[in-house]
């Protein structure tokens, strides 16, 4: 069995530069869709949840508290994704820019 040298260069990977990734298309990155209709879906099912609970005295309380919670945290991410883009729009230089 012959020595390997782990100081000479891969011959493959000399060879050829890599090129860098394409950038994702716009439909890809753009999220704030995704979050809306996850926030509007966690609030639709809360107000199902309290009319259940409340008008016909059924359904489960810890189901109205997950869908608050789900509520509540998607208002959270969509208040941060809007001030990071208001950040990006204005040149900051701690802004995320989605790239």
Do not use: Y
Request: aromatic share 10%; glycine share 10%; hydrophobic share 45%.
């Amino acid at each position: 069995m012959v020595p390997r040298n782990d100081d000479a260069p891969d011959e493959a990977a000399s060879a050829t530069p890599l090129r860098p990734p394409p950038p994702l298309p716009a439909k890809l990155t753009e999220t704030s869709r995704f979050v809306i209709g996850g926030t509007a879906a966690w609030f639709a099912l809360c107000c199902v949840l309290l009319v259940l609970i409340f008008g016909f005295d059924t359904g489960s309380t810890l189901l109205l508290w997950t869908a608050t919670a789900g509520w509540v945290l998607g208002l959270i991410g969509l208040s941060i994704m809007f001030w990071q883009r208001s950040a990006a729009r204005r040149g900051s230089r701690s802004a995320q820019t989605g790239q």
